[in-house]
């Protein structure tokens, strides 16, 4: 389980600016050549039938590929949030200590990511005010907030980012409120989704279970190994 990002919320709801950015968008429409069919006019050489074969495999690797991506999408829908959610024990301040995702904002900058912080507020209507920030290398702050909407099924919120224009389907699938939780997020782009996984811990370091908690949930909701990453620890940002 970064980003310029306003406070969405409804009609009336106040907004506030978010600072900084730690997502990039992540989001690059594939180029029109890799849906565009290979030519039909192939020469009738020796080279030219192992080019033939060569495209009919990479062809049929991109298709498994994009049939295992379409797999892990659709059992992502299928997870469910953590049975008799507790909105209110969520309040208070936690520790984004692991993050998972193959999306390649992250790709490109997971070697310089370290611990967060997000304090989560439950609001009187039950959806969930979400206020994150990051202290980054030279002293300054990163900082970003987010009004989740509740939905019909507890520990599932929505919210949409403005400034990435993404839509974000939230889930709590593990928590216990007083040590760590588990969230996954499906984001939406023109109809591209990426999986977020992110490891909530109340300390600044997550014990050898929790982090196997969300390995294991990570690689099973497609992400690979080598994006699943425990955070090292971190100074905070001053309070605002």
């Known amino acids: 389980m970064q980003k310029l990002g ?9 907004r506030r600016r978010d600072e900084g950015g730690q997502e990039s968008a992540g989001y ?10 290979h030519p039909t006019e192939i020469p009738h050489t020796a080279a030219g039938a192992k080019n033939t074969k060569a495209e ?4 049929n690797s991109l298709l498994k590929m994009m049939g295992t991506l379409m797999c892990v999408l659709a059992a992502c829908a299928q997870v ?63 900082r970003m907030t987010h009004l989740a909407h509740k939905t019909e099924t507890p520990g599932r919120f929505t919210f949409h980012s403005q400034v990435w224009n993404n839509d974000n389907d939230m889930r709590i699938v593990e928590v216990q409120y007083e040590e760590y939780a588990l969230i996954h997020t499906i984001k939406t782009k ?51």
């Open 80 to 142: 469910v949030p953590v049975k008799d959610f507790n909105l209110e024990k969520m309040a208070g301040k936690w520790f984004i200590v692991g993050f998972a995702t193959n999306a390649q904002w992250f790709v490109n900058h997971k070697a310089g990511m370290k611990v967060g912080t997000a304090i989560f507020a439950p609001t009187t209507e039950g959806d969930l005010d979400l206020s994150y920030a990051n202290l980054n290398a030279d002293g300054s702050c990163w």
């Open 190 to 240: 023109e109809g591209v989704s990426e999986v977020l996984n992110k490891l909530y811990s109340r300390t600044q370091v997550a014990s050898d279970s929790q982090r196997e908690t969300f390995t294991k949930f990570s690689e099973e909701t497609g992400i690979l190994t080598d994006n699943i990453v425990i955070l090292p620890e971190n100074a905070e940002c001053p309070a605002v």
């Open 28 to 37: 690059k429409e594939p180029p029109r050549s890799f849906f565009t069919s």
């Open 56 to 59: 009919r495999n990479m062809s």
């Open 6 to 14: 306003g406070r969405e919320g409804g009609g009336g709801r106040r």
